[in-house]
């Protein structure tokens, strides 16, 4: 009997059958309360899957990966749940393939500069791990206490450090995956260089789990510096913000980090942290480190010299550990913070990440602004200004359907800017869904070239069909919200 | 706690996953049905309807109610609430552990959780009322030993419950009851000392003069010469006294007295981010399923990892955690610095 004779429901029903030869009961989920907790992620959307499996070994994933194809049902691979445009959500059920327990370091080889992990490993656990060796994998994402390394790698994923030392794919050695039809290959090499044809790691890197799942990946990994000095400027301008940020990142000494913070933001992280930030039109904190005191603190002067020519109202830095990762913790907690923000109102996982041209930072935070103000929400914007990468939170009446009709209006002129201004959809979150209806916002080639390599490699298109606009753009976003509103 | 709060603390929740790797259930079990940004999620699931209520509590009901999670949260959900909200629906419809049903049986007909009888000394003339909780005396016998050294007079009061077990499970018409009956007995004018942070918690939020056993010690023994106590000890910081009572500070100012002592933190499982031993103040083992002691395990490693003695201030903790490993109570040190 051909495959298609099969129902849905069938197939179904043979592959959580043929599961259950495989694994044990407590690693194949398919009573409700799990169907409806893998429903969730950090976005705005809702959608179950039909079973969960919780894999431990690389064999397991391949034979998880075998049967989903050979039924034909949608496999989505899945890390943290971190992610914040619903790309660990079965968006047309099937299996969620829970790699969380593939958490093993395989091996740390620090004269060889690189670590060899489990997809699941969490990357904060990773740098503990390092960190006795005097080692890290540096991009620290601010989920970077959750977020598991395959979802790093499938998002490329990176934070404040990528200024100065690269977003995951600039680490990504070699990557063992198993591709859809079931094969393992192993790609790139445990090597600080190299050049022998296509960088396939690089293809996977950001794949957001719709070319296979990585089962090891090994990394570069990098000295942690000892000494580091950090600024906070207040500016009463975001412009002056902006002009700022643009000079800084042209000093001779690159800093490590430069990251800004709106207003709403700065509010929202003092109320949540009781940080005492200013309460300034926008604040950029800039950070230098090195190996030693002067390496660290010495560029401040001219940062502060630059500062002070951009009209800053007020300069202040520290080198204290505690002082610093206070402030690291409030800058981390921007995001979250800005959920308490507004009385009545709640925010949302939209526009959570643009990428636009170092020099145009100040322009997109300020149309970002008027943009909230047209369509009656609040946009809080922060970032990692120092290579253009911004984040918003947008909060608003999630109950009302008219306020998220406004919502999508102003994340879409959002994208627009950002497009306009020479950037892109996302710095560092991916796609997902949610961003997915603004790709129509971009030129068409290269999601023709995506979809291409797409059919090559998945055929059977089930490796987390419905992300990254692989098969069709979407009209809107607003589709399956996990929010009490009726669209 | 109205279905309109639950929404509210589910619409507050980023679903950002920060109270996930911090929640010992969610450690054992490693399983995302058993984190707390699960919990907000399937309560949401019973406002809805698209779930009832045994499906939607499971995982609240195998929450060891360490409040790590909430202190976690940057969004301030209050994750604790929504526990309670589901257990408490599942107390409505029957649902819950035969061993936690006994014990809330025995409180509606004014005995302890174990059945027995409250004991309250009346004496006029002591410094301090000792309050064991649900603990046997037998197990305070080191306090009033170390009472008897610091020439503190006492009155004990035993068995009665300070009602955290009914706030645990959200029945709070209970629990206004109980307190209203039980803690009319106590004697109001007198300080009462406790060595369990949850009756301490309890006690203080009804509106009463408590101390935690360690802020004690620790001003008595301000007037004391101590010996030291060459140890080196690692500390298990119970939940009850750090994210409820707020005193993580009351004892390490008590350790940090005693002299000689060697004192390790099982980084990065310690202070705000103590991790729970399983016990839940004592409550969570009437828990079906074998979480608790999974939880104890993971626990007992992280220690061991840091030394090999435990001290801990909290005599659930220390009985359920000496099943696995030896552990000193503070008395127990306060006694060596004293002898
Ligand atoms: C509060 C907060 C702050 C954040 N800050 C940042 C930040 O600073 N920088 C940043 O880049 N991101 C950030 N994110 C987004 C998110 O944390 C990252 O995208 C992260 O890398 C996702 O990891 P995860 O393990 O949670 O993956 P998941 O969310 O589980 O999955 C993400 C994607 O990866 C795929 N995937 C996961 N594992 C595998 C695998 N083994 N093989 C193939 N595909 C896989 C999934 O299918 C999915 O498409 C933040 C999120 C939150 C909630
Ligand atoms: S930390 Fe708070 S906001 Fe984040 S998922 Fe947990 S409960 Fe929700
Ligand atoms: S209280 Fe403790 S056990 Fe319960 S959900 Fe929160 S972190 Fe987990």
């Known amino acids: 009997m051909s495959l298609w004779e099969f129902t849905w429901e069938e197939r179904l029903d043979r592959f959580v059958t043929e599961l259950g030869h495989h694994f044990p009961d407590n690693r194949v989920l398919t009573d409700e309360a799990s169907k409806y907790a893998y429903g969730f992620d950090a976005s705005i959307h809702f959608a179950k899957p039909d079973v969960v499996v919780l894999a431990e070994t690389r064999e397991e994933v391949l034979t998880v990966v075998n049967l989903a194809n050979r039924y034909r049902i949608p496999l989505v691979p899945r890390g943290a749940g971190t992610g914040l445009c619903g790309h660990a959500l079965a968006w047309y059920g099937g299996c969620i393939l829970d790699l969380t327990r593939m958490n093993k370091i395989r091996e740390i080889s620090v004269e060889n500069k690189w670590v060899r992990v489990e997809p699941g490993v969490v990357y904060a656990d990773l740098n503990r791990a390092l960190s006795p060796h005097g080692y890290a994998f540096p991009p620290e994402p601010g989920s970077g206490d959750v977020c598991t390394i395959g979802g790093m790698v499938a998002t490329n994923a990176s934070g404040s450090r990528a200024l100065k030392y690269g977003a995951t794919r600039e680490h990504v050695l070699a990557l063992e995956v198993i591709l859809p039809n079931g094969t393992r290959v192993a790609l790139g090499s445990s ?44 500016f009463d301008q975001i412009e002056k913000a902006g002009r700022a940020v643009e000079r800084l990142v042209r000093l001779r000494t690159l800093p490590a980090a430069i990251e800004i913070m709106d207003r709403t933001c700065i509010e929202a992280v003092n109320r949540a942290m009781e940080l005492g930030l200013p309460e300034v039109a926008g604040i950029v904190i800039v950070e230098f480190d090195g190996f030693s005191t002067d390496e660290a603190e010495r560029p401040l002067e001219e940062a502060k010299r630059i500062c002070q020519e951009e009209g800053v109202e007020q300069f202040e830095y520290t080198t204290d550990p505690q002082e610093r990762a206070r402030l690291w913790a409030g800058r981390k907690a921007v995001l979250p913070s800005l959920s308490r923000a507004v009385g009545g109102k709640y925010s949302t996982s939209l526009a959570d990440d643009m990428i636009v041209p170092v020099s145009r930072v100040a322009e997109a935070v300020k149309r970002f602004a008027e943009i909230a103000k047209r369509y009656g929400v609040t946009i809080g914007t922060y970032g ?27 994340c879409w002129d959002v994208y627009r800017v950002c497009v306009d201004l020479g950037g892109d959809l996302s710095g560092e979150h991916g796609i997902g869904f949610t961003k997915a209806p603004f790709l129509r916002l971009r030129k068409p080639r290269e999601l023709e070239l995506m979809r291409a390599i797409k059919r090559l490699l998945d055929p059977n298109n089930i490796m987390n069909p419905g992300k990254l606009g692989l098969e069709e753009i979407p009209d809107t976003f607003l589709y399956k919200l996990r929010y009490p509103v009726k669209l | ?23 010992p259930v969610y450690r054992v079990f490693e399983n995302e049905t058993c984190t707390p940004r699960a919990i907000v999620g399937l309560a949401y699931g019973l406002l809805r309807g698209e779930l009832d209520v045994a499906q939607a509590s499971a995982t609240a009901r195998l929450s060891v109610s360490c409040r790590a999670c909430e202190v976690k949260c940057p969004s301030g959900v209050e994750i604790l609430k929504v526990i309670r909200w589901l257990r408490r629906s599942a107390w409505r419809q029957g649902i819950g552990p035969e061993k936690k049903r006994s014990a809330v049986e025995y409180l509606k007909k004014g005995l302890s959780i174990n059945g027995k009888q409250p ?20 197990e305070y016998a080191v306090v009033e030993e170390v009472f008897k050294q610091l020439g503190v007079s006492y009155s004990v009061v035993e068995q009665l419950c300070c009602g955290l077990p009914l706030l645990l499970e959200g029945l709070e018409d209970l629990l206004r009851e109980h307190q209203q009956r039980a803690l009319s007995k106590l004697p109001r004018e007198k300080r009462l000392v406790t060595a369990c942070p949850g009756c301490a918690y309890m006690l203080k939020e009804a509106g009463l003069e408590v101390a935690w056993l360690p802020r004690f010690l620790s001003e008595k023994l301000k007037l004391h010469q101590l010996k030291p106590v060459d140890q080196r000890v690692v500390v ?30 099982p980084e990065p499982w310690c202070g705000a981010m103590s991790f729970c031993c399983g016990a839940g103040c004592g409550w969570e083992l009437r828990q079906e399923g074998d979480g608790p002691k999974l939880i104890r395990r993971e ?41």
């Open chain 1, 384 to 410: 990692h200004a120092g290579d253009g990468n911004l984040h918003c939170k947008v909060i608003f009446d999630v109950k009302s359907p008219e306020a998220w009709q406004q919502a999508w209006k102003a």
């Open chain 1, 191 to 234: 090597t600080l260089k190299r050049s022998a044809g296509y960088t396939l790691t690089h293809l996977m890197v950001g794949s957001e789990g719709t070319l296979g799942v990585i089962t090891e990946v090994v990394l570069r990994i990098a000295p942690v510096p000892t000494h580091y000095a950090t600024a906070v400027a207040a």
């Open chain 2, 1 to 23: 706690m109205s279905d309109d709060e639950i929404l509210h603390q589910y619409l507050t929740c980023t679903m950002c996953g920060f109270c996930r790797p911090v929640c």
């Open chain 2, 119 to 138: 004991r309250v000394e009346q004496q006029e003339d002591v410094e301090v009322v000792l309050f064991t909780g649900c603990c046997e005396r037998t």
């Open chain 2, 236 to 265: 298990h910081e119970p939940c009850f006294g750090l994210r409820y009572l707020n005193a993580g500070e009351d004892l390490d100012a008590l350790l940090r007295q005693i002299p000689g002592l060697t004192l390790v933190k």
């Open chain 2, 299 to 339: 626990r007992v490693n992280q220690l061991r990892g840091a030394a090999e003695k435990v001290v801990t201030a909290c005599p659930h903790c220390y009985r359920w955690l000496s099943e696995e490993v030896p552990v000193l109570r503070i008395e127990e040190l306060v006694r060596m610095a004293l002898a």
